[in-house]
C-alpha cells in the first residue's frame, strides 16, 4: 500500500490527452471546487432578490402612499449582533425613493446625551409627513446592550422598562405608524 502511495506521489496524470502532475491535479480540483461554490453562492443571491421583489415593490407602493397622505412610519430593526439587519434594511430600500426615506444607526450614548432625556437623542430623527425612517437599532438599545455593557444605571434601565410603552402609545396617538421589527439567527445559521 505504501509503495503504491509513493508511486502515486510520483506518477503523472493525463486528463483530455495532457499530462498533469499530482499538485496541479489537486490545485485544478480545488479551483473547481471553489468555482463551482462562487456559482453556488451567486445563484442564491439571484434566487433571494427575485424573492424580494415582491416585499420591495409593497414598500415602494407604501412609500408613494406616504408622500401622498403626508403619514410618517418609523420601522425598528432590532436583533443580535450579526442577525442581518443592516444587510436586511438596504435589500429592502434598494429601490425606494431616497428623498423619503432616511436609514438612522446611533452609536453608544456619547456623555452629553447621558445627560439628556433619553429619547432626545430618537426624536431628532422622527419622520416628517410623508416620510419613513428606519431604525438600525433603537431606543430598545437600553434595555438589550446598554444594560448588559454597563452604558446605563439599574434605575435607568427601569425607569426605560415602565416608559417605553407610554412613549411609544404617544407616538402611534400623535400619527406615526410604529413597526417593530427583531431579528434573531441561530451561531450556526451566522456560520453559513
Excluded at 95 to 123: C, D, F, S
Excluded at 140 to 165: H, I, L, P
Aim: net charge positive.
Amino acid at each position: 500500500m505504501e509503495k503504491e502511495i509513493l508511486q502515486l506521489k510520483r506518477d503523472n496524470y493525463e486528463i483530455d490527452g495532457e499530462k498533469v502532475s499530482l499538485d496541479a491535479l489537486i490545485s485544478n480540483y480545488k479551483k473547481s471546487k471553489e468555482e463551482k461554490k462562487f456559482k453556488n453562492k451567486a445563484v442564491k443571491k439571484k434566487k433571494q432578490e427575485e424573492e424580494l421583489k415582491p416585499y420591495q415593490a409593497e414598500l415602494i407602493k407604501l412609500q408613494k402612499h406616504l408622500e401622498i397622505t403626508g403619514k410618517k412610519i418609523i420601522i425598528l430593526f432590532e436583533g443580535r449582533d450579526a442577525a442581518g439587519k443592516g444587510g436586511t434594511i438596504r435589500r429592502v430600500t434598494r429601490y425606494m425613493n431616497e428623498k423619503h426615506y432616511r436609514v438612522v444607526a446611533l452609536g453608544k450614548p456619547t456623555e452629553e446625551q447621558r445627560t439628556q432625556w433619553y429619547y432626545q437623542k430618537y426624536i431628532q430623527h422622527f419622520p416628517h409627513g410623508g416620510e419613513m425612517v428606519l431604525f438600525d437599532r433603537s431606543w430598545y438599545n437600553r434595555a438589550m446592550v446598554e444594560s448588559v455593557f454597563d452604558f446605563c444605571t439599574k434605575k435607568e434601565y427601569e425607569d426605560f422598562m415602565k416608559g417605553v410603552k407610554g412613549f411609544e402609545k404617544d407616538l402611534v396617538r400623535q400619527g406615526t405608524i410604529l413597526i417593530k421589527l427583531y431579528f434573531s439567527v441561530t451561531k450556526d445559521e451566522q456560520a453559513r
